[in-house]
């Protein structure tokens, strides 16, 4: 197919006969069209590239059938995830190939969309104006690649002291991407400082969507063929990140391996603290996109992808309990990871709450103001004092009202006993680390047990109960050990 002037000339063969018919310009056609990307040919919108490499990609272009009289088309626009990247002189000819830019070459695991568009604006609020298409690139995976992240932890070399793979045996592989290089920058994090997966400086407190992989062998072993793993994710608490499992929880690593599972520590934005341009949590979906990943590349990690199970303890725990209930797959995305299921077998939670809802933590668990109360004395805002959902309760996440028939099996552990809350709810110096109070409370109301009984309800009202258990007063330790009976349950 060629194109001059914006009719498109086809040849049409007949026995004997070749007729060339001239499309008017009113004719449908291809506005934007991209052929290959590193060489293959893309396919619904998706094409794998080689990672941490620049790479060619091709397209071509026809003028719009029916464009606006006051629409010139003199330039082609490139956006990245959304975002405007460049723009290019059209040139001679309307076919193209251009060389991706190496300083945006994809890291194992990480995916971007990549729009073309055609169609002069003056602004980007004129985007909608564009004629584009998109297609997913998705930095290739395979045992091949994943060694780029492939390291012993002795060799680290990060100055902290912690039992590692090379004492108890397992492959790790470190800061692998599973979404798109969403770097944030945090000022409240305290955990130990490492550099980061682009090379960024300890002590930069820079965070990105990957994980740390942990994988049983012994000695220098990899990932190998044996039968598939059951897979554990794991959560970290609030103000930290992944690395706490590989120093502070480094014995339940070693635990959760010595009984032939596969590890994957991970790090995700906190839903009460990040959030985007429009104040709106951008968190939610972190701890899901990681199922989703790990179930479209089961055969890479040899895990069996029905049988993953979320845990962890205080944040990590809270957001692998709303993950649990949460079903992201989306058939007619052009994303293969997208159209994953983010179902999973089992969660088992430590400290964690069932609700983010400022609204339902503070209705059911505080003291209500009245017109007197001193704002010092408003125990409302003793939990997240800055927010509001105003009774939407799913902006922040609240799994209690996602529990279904398919709810997964779920265990959680407290450190303390529930509250009697039948007298009287919280007050402001019932409460631990109340703002704007000295008073040190006795209850810690993030990690409130009572988060555990209204689970229980939510499933027993599905009929369900046997599908979740609770115990209070638990050490983390025996968390970890009674972790192994849960999923050898499953």
């Not at 251009?98 to 568009?117: K, R, T, W």
């Not at 009929?463 to 979740?468: A, S």
Request: glycine share 8%; with cysteine.
């Amino acid at each position: 197919m060629g194109v001059i002037f914006g009719r498109v000339i086809r040849a049409i063969f007949s026995p004997g006969l070749m007729i060339l018919l001239i499309v008017s310009a009113a004719a449908p056609a291809e506005t934007v069209k991209i052929q290959t990307v590193a060489g293959l040919t893309v396919v619904d919108r998706f094409a794998v590239v080689p990672p941490q490499e620049s790479f060619r990609l091709t397209y071509d272009v026809s003028l719009p059938a029916e464009p606006p009289e006051d629409m010139s088309f003199n330039f082609h626009y490139f956006y990245r995830n959304g975002k405007y990247l460049t723009k290019t002189s059209r040139g001679e000819g309307l076919g193209w190939a251009i060389n991706h830019p190496a300083s945006l070459a994809l890291a194992v695991g990480e995916h971007e969309i990549l729009e073309i568009c055609i169609g002069d604006v003056a602004t980007l609020a004129q985007k909608p104006q564009q004629y584009c298409q998109s297609v997913v690139l998705q930095s290739d995976v395979s045992r091949t690649t994943l060694d780029l992240h492939y390291v012993q932890t002795a060799d680290l070399g990060d100055g902290y002291s912690y039992v590692g793979c090379a004492v108890f045996g397992c492959a790790f592989y470190q800061d692998v991407f599973f979404d798109s290089d969403h770097p944030w920058t945090n000022d409240y994090r305290v955990s130990p400082d490492f550099p980061g997966p682009r090379g960024e400086p300890a002590g930069y407190h820079r965070n990105n969507l990957t994980f740390d992989y942990y994988y049983p062998g012994s000695g220098n072993a990899k990932i190998d063929s044996s039968s598939p793993k059951t897979l554990i994710i794991l959560g970290h608490p609030a103000n930290k990140t992944k690395e706490i499992f590989r120093v502070d929880y480094a014995l339940a690593i070693e635990f959760l391996i010595d009984n032939n599972y596969a590890v994957a520590a991970v790090d995700f934005r906190h839903p009460l603290k990040e959030f985007d341009a429009h104040r709106q949590p951008v968190a939610k979906d972190d701890m899901a996109r990681t199922v989703q990943f790990f179930k479209q590349y089961a055969t890479e990690f040899n895990i069996n992808p029905n049988k993953i199970v979320l845990a962890g303890t205080s944040l990590g725990g809270g957001m692998a309990v709303y993950t649990g209930f949460r079903e992201l797959r989306d058939l007619s995305s052009a994303d293969p990871i997208a159209r994953q299921s983010s179902r999973v077998a089992g969660v088992w939670g430590y400290d964690a709450s069932t609700s983010f809802s400022p609204t339902w933590v503070r209705q059911n668990f505080l003291e209500p103001p009245t017109p007197t109360t001193p704002a010092e004395l408003n125990a409302y805002y003793c939990y997240y004092s800055y927010l509001e959902d105003y009774g939407n309760l799913q902006l922040f996440g609240h799994a209690l009202d996602l529990v279904d028939a398919a709810a997964p099996k779920i265990g959680l552990y407290y450190a303390d006993e529930p509250v009697d809350l039948s007298e009287h709810k919280l007050t402001v110096e019932d409460v631990r680390y109340c703002p704007d109070n000295t008073s040190s409370g006795t209850y810690d109301l993030v990690h409130l047990p009572n988060f555990a009984e209204a689970m229980i309800d939510a499933y027993q009202a599905q009929g369900l109960g046997d599908r979740i258990e609770a115990a209070y007063g638990q050490p983390i330790t025996q968390y970890y050990y009674d972790l192994v009976g849960f999923v050898n349950g499953l």
